[in-house]
């Protein structure tokens, strides 16, 4: 058994790698839905609401409200199957810390013996395959001539989110930034342009967030917003939006005007989005919403593997919106599929530390 800290991971784990290794696993499972098991994830709140409530716990107001996650999934690539499981923390207060907001670690079995292959860091991996993520999605859905990239919301998911979208667009020029606090678009400007010196892009750290997505052609959205976050008059009519915060039915940062006005619009998992989408959630459960789940064009799969296209856009009939939209909630699946990756990168490079 290895152990593979997060410098080993991150040292050998590129977002290229993480795109054709999520995209080979939706292939893979659209043609052997049994290889792939991944259910639906266990979410437990902490520092919640009602254990704020008992006077006992006088010092609580020191802890926002987190989540934790327990995640596993089994593997079968055609010869060999994998059983991978993720715990992972989430932290609001973490960055006052300096810590990261997202704590996690992975273990991948070699099913056929029991024997655990590999424990790993898991906070890169997070960041990488949610980025992954809209990665694929902007592949397939964002428009051929893209030049600007509006961040919103700076935090940890952010950096690997736009590389990802890069990573699949380098033709992009710019790149707005905002964040609620003004040193965290600062900091993020800072980090990545010494980070990821390989994109020839412009930072431009907007005060307003109008300012950052006027002119967006792709809007990376990665937030803890409880409420929608700008309105579809505020946006191009031809914008591509990926939305990976929001991960709970309370949550929202995608608005309902704008899910209403999209003509294309697209999750990651289909079970799980309706349990944790709250952006979707709340816009299909609203009076003065005309978005209803019967309107969701399709998963990532389905993207993929073409039994859904972009040219599904030119069928839309909601004005002249053209606005698509990629909401992710995360599956297990997907952190499985990158950390086998890693896995056997160890095992063919002796990577990491022997535990025994």
Avoid at 106 to 123: K, P, Q, R, Y
Wanted: glycine share 6%; proline share 3%.
């Amino acid at each position: 058994m290895q152990w593979l800290n997060q410098e080993t991971v991150t040292e050998h784990l590129n977002m290229q790698a993480a795109i054709d290794t999520i995209e080979a696993l939706l292939h893979r499972q659209a043609v052997h839905p049994s290889w792939i098991k991944s259910p639906e994830r266990l979410v437990i709140e902490t520092f919640s609401d009602e254990l704020f409530s008992d006077e006992l716990f006088s010092n609580s107001s020191t802890h926002s409200s987190g989540t934790h996650l327990s995640m596993p999934a089994t593997i079968y690539d055609g010869q060999q199957e994998y059983t991978a499981v993720k715990l992972v923390t989430i932290c609001p207060d973490n960055p006052s810390r300096n810590l990261p907001t997202t704590t996690a670690i992975i273990t991948v079995s070699n099913n056929a013996t029991g024997e655990v292959l590999a424990v790993m860091d898991g906070i890169y991996i997070t960041q990488v395959r949610t980025a992954a993520l809209s990665g694929i999605a902007t592949k397939y859905m964002a428009p051929d001539d893209c030049q600007r990239v509006a961040v919103v919301g700076c935090g940890g998911m952010a950096y690997e989110q736009l590389n990802a979208v890069l990573t699949v667009r380098p033709e992009i020029k710019t790149v707005y930034l905002w964040n609620r606090s003004h040193e965290g678009a600062e900091s993020f400007k800072k980090r990545f342009a010494h980070d990821y010196q390989q994109w020839n892009v412009e930072l431009i750290v907007c005060e307003q967030l109008e300012d950052a997505i006027k002119d967006a052609d792709i809007i990376n959205v990665a937030t803890r917003a409880k409420s929608g976050l700008f309105s579809v008059d505020q946006i191009k009519p031809n914008v591509h939006i990926n939305a990976v915060g929001a991960y709970q039915a309370s949550m929202k940062e995608i608005s309902n005007d704008v899910i209403a006005a999209g003509c294309m619009i697209v999750v990651d998992d289909l079970v799980g989005s309706h349990h944790e989408a709250g952006d979707l959630i709340q816009a299909h459960n609203a009076t003065d919403c005309a978005w209803t789940w019967d309107e969701l064009n399709g998963d990532l799969q389905a993207l993929v593997t073409g039994k859904i296209t972009p040219s599904s856009k030119e069928q839309a009939t909601k004005a002249e919106q053209t606005i698509t939209l990629f909401k992710s909630v995360g599956a297990a699946s997907f952190d499985a599929a990158v950390a086998v990756h890693i896995t056997e990168l160890a095992q063919q490079k002796n990577l990491g530390i022997a535990l025994y």
